[in-house]
């Protein structure tokens, strides 16, 4: 019995994470304080995985607090891709408004002064020809959702797709 109310949960989990991440909605505008500013998603030079002497470091996501007062913990805020690869930020990690963090591929250490965190992989996460992004809250609903394509919404061809100024 505790096993199938186990293997139900993680289905319930697996499902909840499914209907957040089923269809794209890129015209939607959320009410959300955070959001994507903008994504460097093909890192300069050619890609090279390795940690050390790799450049997945150059590879970031811009997350900025757009709200005028309200300070946001990013503790529990998720990020997805397209193909369901994800990143969970598990440390307080306050935003004030205006704030922002660049979240980079790579090791390295979280720090609020230098806005940055590491996802603590040296992969690649975001496709250099498509993909989309998804800023999920704690509760599961969506902050900010964006589908780009190299073609389509990087006209300079410079690797990096501004979404909110
Ligand atoms: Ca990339
Ligand atoms: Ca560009």
Not at 35 to 51: E, L, S
Request: hydrophobic fraction near 30%; charge should be positive.
């Amino acid at each position: 019995m505790r096993l199938r109310y186990a293997v139900a949960t993680a289905a319930a989990a697996t499902g909840m994470l499914a209907t957040v991440t089923a269809a794209p909605a890129q015209a939607a505008e959320y009410t959300s304080e955070l959001k994507v500013k903008g994504i460097q998603y093909d890192a300069p030079g050619t890609d090279d995985n390795r940690c050390i002497g790799g450049n997945t470091k150059n590879e970031y996501l811009t997350i900025k607090n757009y709200s005028s007062r309200t300070t946001v913990n990013l503790r529990g805020y998720l990020v997805v891709d397209a193909a369901g690869n994800r990143y969970t930020f598990t440390a307080n990690h306050y935003l004030g408004p205006g704030d922002y963090v660049n979240l980079r591929g790579g090791r390295g250490t979280e720090s609020d002064s230098g806005n940055v965190a590491y996802r603590q992989n040296c992969n690649f996460m975001w496709n250099n020809d498509k993909d989309t992004i998804y800023l999920i809250k704690p509760s599961r609903a969506r902050a900010d959702v964006h589908t780009y394509t190299k073609r389509d919404n990087d006209r300079d061809g410079n690797g990096y797709i501004t979404y909110h100024g």
